[in-house]
């Protein structure tokens, strides 16, 4: 008799399991977007301290020149702060070129500090005919800055240029 009140109420039971299940799992997904602050987006200006330094010969191959470089500089608005750059540019026969590297920043957003990474890419020639125009993303960040995520544009013409950058703070 056990056994057939026992299956009676086991698809009861099952039904009531799956559903507590269903309901924890929406929860959880519910409760995820509660804790990341509003999406925000924000402008500004950086500029380098000086004319970047190489860290390499030159290297040329099949027409493209192939250097690296470190920089330092300064940066206002929704990023504030000072930062180092380590970046790679290629030099086509055109003239254009591509760009990528690493800003490494110290310095606020948003009310918080700390350190952050933000990798980049582009392409130009540097010049107001050809900016480099590219984009970047924040990562790594430490302190006020560690839950910091964001990507951005940036317009650079000589010894500085303006960015744009959406971010939020998602723990």
């Not at 009676?8 to 924890?24: D, G, M």
């Amino acid at each position: 008799m056990t056994t057939m009140s026992g299956s009676r109420f086991a698809p009861l039971a099952r039904h009531t399991a799956v559903t507590f299940l269903a309901l924890l799992v929406a929860m959880a997904l519910l409760a995820q977007p509660a804790l990341a602050t509003t999406p925000v987006q924000g402008s500004g200006t950086f500029a380098f301290a000086g004319p970047p330094v190489p860290t390499s010969a030159p290297r040329t191959a099949g027409g493209n020149t192939f250097l690296s470089f470190m920089a330092t500089g300064t940066i206002s608005g929704a990023i504030s702060g000072t930062f180092s750059q380590q970046f790679t540019q290629v030099i086509h026969s055109s003239g254009e070129s591509n760009i990528n590297g690493t800003v490494t920043c110290s310095c606020s957003v948003g009310g918080r500090t700390g350190t952050v990474e933000l990798p980049f890419e582009g392409t130009g020639a540097g010049t107001t005919a050809s900016p480099f125009d590219g984009q970047f993303v924040a990562q790594n960040g430490t302190g006020g800055l560690g839950d910091l995520h964001g990507v951005g544009t940036f317009h650079a013409v000589g010894p500085g240029g303006t960015y744009t950058f959406n971010w939020h703070f998602d723990p």
